[in-house]
């Protein structure tokens, strides 16, 4: 890929950089090209249909001037890779953040068809209808591309209480706000009375059409009921591939208690990885982007977060897609930009060529 493609995105801008935005990410799915959402390749209940990978940009490349993000898109698209990744924090540690339905409607904006996945969005720290609104009026400008990936946050304490949410409350509120916004978007009028959330006839039409896939985050058993319940999917992250089949069975087992037995399942995992010739190049990459982010020593978080060659990551991916993961959400780190748009490309050939084998 020439450099023309990818401007100015350099070693250093993207070794040291930190990354705003929640541990997962958000998805828009594609029309066109691009496949649309579907059951993952593998696990309960799951179809064929070949895994779907993406990448969230580092920070730098988002907000790059309006024709570098635009030959980004582009370059993305070229590359055959089936969507971009979109963050979500009002005011993270020392302020920084991304509004999640901003951002993934101005990456839509840069392409015809290329999808954008939104995860984690922090719903608990919104109000359902207005939330509802604006993806309704996304579907609107770009039908069938979005995927809604949503999480109660936590990771700083202050931006849930600064936005007037007791942290204790975070579950409670992100099941009735699933609830109301679930409604919402099918374009009937939604009268709720819950503990955190109250509406009386609400209606936001038009219904978006097709339907945007909502999808959990979470690692705990409480998120996992929270998918079952609500959920087209559960995306995890810092999990292993044993655990992560795991959950996957227990999803679908509290699924078919709740009369939620026909649900098409799609399922994903969000990884930070570091790219490199080695493993040593590629932590060199990874390890300095999730301290600067997380605050704490990357061994915390080093057996969940592959780091080396395509072949490398791809191999570390491989059980996950087989357990039932059908997007895998990178968190990418490399020497430039354009190594990891080529690398993530690779992962994606690699993982693909195994699941068709």
């Known amino acids: 890929m020439p450099d023309r493609v990818l401007g100015k995105f350099t070693a250093e801008g993207l070794t040291t950089a930190s990354q705003p935005g929640s541990v997962y990410c958000v998805t828009a799915m594609a029309t066109g090209d691009h496949e649309q959402p579907a059951d993952p ?24 001037p309006l024709e570098e993000r635009r030959r980004l898109v582009a370059a993305v698209a070229d590359a055959g890779l089936d969507h971009l990744g979109a963050v979500d924090h009002i005011s993270f540690h020392d302020g920084q953040g991304f509004d999640g339905l901003v951002h993934a409607t ?34 609107e400008l770009a039908p069938g591309r979005l995927t809604f990936a949503v999480g109660i946050g936590g990771e700083d304490r202050g931006e849930i209480e600064n936005c007037g949410v007791d942290p204790r409350t975070r579950g409670a509120r992100t099941d009735e706000c699933l609830a109301v916004v679930r409604e919402l978007l099918t374009g009937k009028p939604v009268t709720f009375r819950g503990d955190h959330v109250q509406v009386h006839d609400a209606l936001v039409r038009p219904a978006p059409e097709p339907a945007i896939p909502i999808i959990v985050g979470g690692r705990s058993d409480a998120a996992h009921r929270r998918v079952a319940r609500f959920g087209d999917g559960w995306l995890g992250i810092w999990v292993s591939a044993a ?3 795991q959950v ?11 009369d ?9 995992l969000t990884v930070w990885a570091g790219f490199g010739a080695t493993a040593e ?29 395509p072949e490398d990551i791809a191999a570390f991916l491989a059980p996950y897609v087989e357990a039932g993961c059908g997007s895998i959400n990178f968190m990418p780190r490399a020497g430039n930009l354009e ?3 080529d690398s ?8 693909r060529r195994a699941d068709a084998a």
């Open 248 to 258: 996957l069975a227990s999803i679908d087992e509290q699924a078919r208690a709740v």
């Open 339 to 341: 190594a990891i748009v």
């Open 41 to 64: 390749a593998g696990g309960p209940g799951a179809s064929a249909v070949p895994v779907r990978v993406g990448f969230v940009p580092p920070f730098e490349a988002m907000v790059a």
């Open 344 to 351: 993530v490309a690779e992962v994606r050939r690699l993982l």
């Open 106 to 139: 101005a990456m839509l904006s840069l392409h015809d068809t290329l999808p954008v996945y939104l995860g984690l969005y922090l719903l608990p720290l919104r109000h359902p209808v207005p939330v509802a609104r604006q993806l309704a009026t996304v579907a």
């Open 243 to 245: 655990r992560y089949a």
């Open 281 to 309: 190049e590629g932590r060199s990459h990874l390890a300095p982007a999730m301290e600067d982010t997380y605050r704490q020593p990357f061994a915390t978080f080093e057996r969940w977060s592959p780091c080396g060659t």
């Open 260 to 268: 939620r037995a026909s649900v098409d399942w799609q399922h994903g």
